[in-house]
């Protein structure tokens, strides 16, 4: 089997949730099939660190991405690009802001050149290039993957401003509107949780009951060491993209209303996070935070976690820091929508409170009691193993490709 990949970012190396996800889907696919990846980049990757990717894997291989801007929220002028083109082609801008003609070109040539089994979409905004292949391979089979109900992250919420609320109100209708349709147009859907799977039904419809996989990108873990718990730890940490709202929507909570319930500890906050802008790296500095910005070894400094808080409000998906926590051993304190979508429980796991006294308290008792930080972590190391392990989503994987 040979597929053809279209990533919406460049995942290597892995900077974030997302690309986090989409290289570890790319272990599962590289058990099964022979996978070309193509897929946008920022900046330049060059030959070194294409190859650098492609030796991670077997039979994947990386192809030249394609420079595009990604993040463009304050790109005034892409804007403008991007709104343009959502006009011409009827899109919402989470299709629109991925169009690129020479992702297109790129495309329609490696169809003429190679024969592929499948397609993957990785991410809805992926599908803007739909049509492109259904003309050049009608008959090919066409797989997406979604890493959130995209619909569901342009829900206006409470306290905003009216012109912001109808703009979000009107782009969550033509968001859902697309989503509904173009996930009633491909063979099958990969969502990464069973919540995700459910809202999807829910959006699309029960009539094709074989069309949804749900598949957890899958977890390498190394063999549990109760040492690192036990050893000496510095700091609470906070990790996560700071383009992302949900992100600074629980950031902003986090530090405005737990924060000054842990001053008594005396104990310093480091916020991990790439995307970090002037203006939110002097705010975290004014609160007593210690911002660090894009850590390139992640692994490193979460070993001096005491604990990984996570203090999400909103959004969809599984929290991918979730699991990443649980690979290394750090225990995790987490709002309920945090931990939606896990199989795991308060207090066996990790510790839940979405109360911001209770959450602070939680972060406390394990800052204070090396042997709950022991137990949390060895607890959620086996259930990583248990549930999240490769050969998990291998064998989801080859039945959504049949």
Known sequence: MRILFLANEFPYPPRNGG???TFNFLKAFDSLAAVDVLGFSQDEAGPSLIKEATCCFKQVHF?????HQIRIRSNWHKLLQVGFVSIVNCWPYVAAK???????KRI?????????????????????????????????RLVVIEQNVESDLFKPKR?????????LKLEHFRVHKYEKKVLNSVDRVVAISSEDTHKLYSLIGKGNKDLIFTIVPPVESKNFNSETILQDKEAIYYMGTLSWPPNLEGLKWFVE????????LNVPIRIIGGNMDRQLYGWLKASGLQPLGFVPQVDVELNKAFCLVVPILSGSGIRIKILDAFRICVPVVSTSKGAEGLPVKNGVHLLIEDDPKSFAFAVKKLVENPKLRQKLAMNAFLLLQREFGLETAVERLKVCLK
């Open 19 to 21: 690309t986090w996800a």
């Open 63 to 67: 192809l030249d991405p394609i420079r």
């Open 98 to 104: 991925f169009w690129n003609r020479k992702m297109k």
């Open 108 to 140: 329609v040539s490696l169809l003429k050149e190679n024969k592929y089994d499948a397609i993957v979409f990785n991410h809805l905004g992926m599908t803007s290039y739909l049509r492109t292949v259904k003309n050049c391979e009608p008959n090919v």
């Open 159 to 167: 306290g905003i401003s009216l012109p912001l609320w109808i703009l």
């Open 257 to 264: 209303n737990v924060v000054p319930h842990l001053t008594t």
